[in-house]
């Protein structure tokens, strides 16, 4: 066989007609999607990605630099024992929003949706500025968080819609720049709000942001518009898949993220919250597959191999992710008697040379139009990376912890947007936003669970652990307070105490461990194909940019 035919069988198993199709499942029939994508000369483009980029850089910043000042705010508000959910509030919302919006951006069109979220998130965080009980700090954070479900997910989805996954990396280095920028600054502007006593500022300071993006957005996004009446728009939504989803979501999330710190695992709240959460997935995922006509989540896409990994990874990479960004400054700070604001900056040894590492693994895949080396080698150095976080003791010095960090650093640069790639190079053309925003929910909702499993595995190993000589009542206040209580112990007991955290933190170790091993287990099934080719309507007219782009936006759109 030719290289030429061999090219042409590998391309045939992942083409998939640039043009949106019906498709049949029993006797339903899918709604008819307007394709997005569009190519645009190198300024446009990089035009484009500085508008994402300064959005995605404001979503960062916002949730590294309230979780930072969250101690603060919780004593000045009167929210002190319950000041986690604020976290909780913008995670629950964050995540129920991911499938919509993702499906929405399909229907309404990219920048409209991605505005439509700015504004929430703008929106959430003025009104958290006034707020004067924890009750309301929590609902104003929860709206904060129905727009950043929104803008990572969307953002990422306009980057698959202006260039071919072929191209992608070549550019990706100017998105990890803002994602690394944004969760840098975040925890310092955070802290030094927290430390003036100006932390309302924190959430007001993004508004005017939000507004300028907003307006910068309108101007510099010259995406295809989405053509059709508003009435056709509105009733090609899937109104019974959001709010069984945003329903099953919450019931959920609340729970589990609750329980075992907020209230018992046993109490009836959590068991009727868990079970009727349960049943409403269910009833999402038998609507998604009988009912929906543009659901949003098609269930079809499992029946790819490849998504069906990568979703599963995705899980696992949010149970380990969130897992470190929370456990790794409670080493530093529990065992290792660091400060708050010093741990946090050393974690930025664990974050910021993702960005380099993703940029290098993009231009890997761009230049050898192959992306499971990239995951299969990332998986196993992030497995690494994990593994040595066992051996980790209170004796260890500073450079040997970060050198350990920087190993896991280089596992997660390579996998993040490289599955993300593998999933597309496999999917329809027409689902560049339901696999974008479906890999946020899965991993978003990992990041949830591997946090509420982690907390229990740590504190029923610390609470074992914990000095003999120790009364029940002092073993629970070391649990729910952390070092606050170190100064009145002696130093025998202290000693033991940060034996006691460091065997706990160790166990949470082994866990990520694991995942990070069936990541790379699951990789070496991942499927490699050719990257299709752009259909001819989208190559570039570079005689006319203007009037290319206008053509390209009064295309035609087929009927259902």
Same mark, same amino acid.
């Given at each position: ?43 446009? @483009? $990089?035009?484009?990605?500085? =508008?994402?980029? /300064?959005?995605? %850089?404001?979503?960062?910043?916002? +949730?590294?630099? !309230? ?50 979220? @700015? $504004?929430?998130?703008?929106? =959430?965080?003025? /009104?958290?500025? %006034?707020?004067?009980?924890?009750? +309301?700090?929590? !609902? ?56 003036? =006593?100006?932390?309302?500022?924190? %959430? ?357």
């Amino acid at each position: 066989m030719s290289e030429k035919a061999s090219e042409d069988s590998l391309t045939t198993i992942a083409e998939v007609t640039a043009q949106p199709l019906n498709e049949t499942d029993g006797k339903r029939k899918e709604v008819v999607l307007q394709d997005q994508a569009i190519r645009l000369p190198l300024h446009r @483009l $990089l035009l484009i990605y500085f =508008g994402i980029g /300064l959005a995605l %850089f404001l979503s960062f910043l916002d +949730q590294t630099s !309230v979780s930072t000042a969250a101690p603060v705010i919780g004593g000045d508000i009167g929210g002190s024992d319950s000041i986690s959910w604020l976290g909780t509030a913008f995670l629950v919302a964050n995540c129920a929003m991911h499938l919509v919006y993702g499906r929405l951006s399909d229907i309404f069109g990219r920048k409209q949706m991605l505005q439509v979220a @700015l $504004l929430f998130l703008g929106v =959430g965080n003025l /009104l958290c500025g %006034f707020a004067k009980t924890p009750v +309301q700090l929590y !609902v104003f954070r929860a709206i904060s968080g129905l727009g950043g479900g929104g803008v990572n997910g969307i953002a990422m989805t306009v980057v698959s819609d202006v260039v071919s996954l072929k191209d992608r990396g070549k550019y990706q280095g100017l998105i990890s720049a803002a994602c690394s920028l944004g969760s840098a600054v975040g925890p310092f502007v955070g802290g030094g709000l927290a430390t003036a =006593g100006q932390w309302r500022w924190l %959430f007001w300071m993004s508004c005017p942001l939000s507004v300028l993006i907003i307006i910068g957005t309108h101007y510099i996004l010259p995406l295809k518009p989405v053509t059709g009446s508003v009435k056709v728009k509105l009733l090609q939504i899937d109104y019974m898949g959001i709010v069984l989803s945003a329903g099953a979501t919450v019931l959920l999330l609340v729970p589990i993220s609750g329980g075992g710190s907020t209230f018992p695992w046993h109490s009836p709240e959590v068991i009727a919250l868990l079970v009727v959460g349960a049943v409403m997935m269910i009833a999402f995922l038998g609507c998604e597959w009988k009912f929906a006509r543009l659901p949003i989540l098609p269930l079809r896409l499992f029946k790819t191999p490849t998504v069906s990994i990568v979703l599963a990874q995705s899980f696992l990479v949010g149970v380990i992710y969130y897992g470190n960004i929370f456990y790794v400054p409670m080493f530093f700070q529990y065992v290792k008697g660091y400060s708050a604001l010093k741990s946090g900056a050393l974690v930025l040894a664990y974050t910021l040379p993702q960005s380099v590492w993703g940029i290098l693994s993009g231009q890997i895949i761009s230049r050898t139009n192959q992306y499971k080396a990239v995951i299969i080698f990332g998986s196993a150095i992030w497995t690494l990376g994990a593994g040595l976080q066992i051996m980790w003791t209170p004796d260890w010095s500073l450079g040997k912890l970060i050198g350990v960090l920087e190993i896991s650093s280089i596992g997660v640069g390579c996998c993040l947007q490289s599955t993300l790639v593998a999933m597309m190079a496999v999917a329809p053309d027409k689902d560049r936003a339901v696999i974008t925003s479906s890999r946020n929910f899965f991993r978003t909702i990992g990041g949830a669970f591997g946090l509420a499993v982690a907390n229990a595995i740590f504190n029923n190993t610390v609470s074992s652990e914990l000095p003999a000589a120790l009364t029940a009542e002092k073993k629970d206040e070391i649990l729910r307070s952390t070092i606050s209580f170190m100064g009145d112990l002696s130093a025998q007991l202290q000693i033991e105490v940060i034996l006691a955290y460091a065997h706990g933190l160790r166990t949470c170790y082994i866990v990520f461990t694991a995942g990070s091993g069936v990541c790379f287990l699951l990789s070496l099934f991942i499927k490699e194909v050719i990257f299709r080719k752009d259909p001819p309507e989208l190559k570039r007219k570079p005689q006319d940019d203007t009037v290319a782009l206008e053509e390209q936006a009064a295309a035609p759109v087929p009927r259902t």
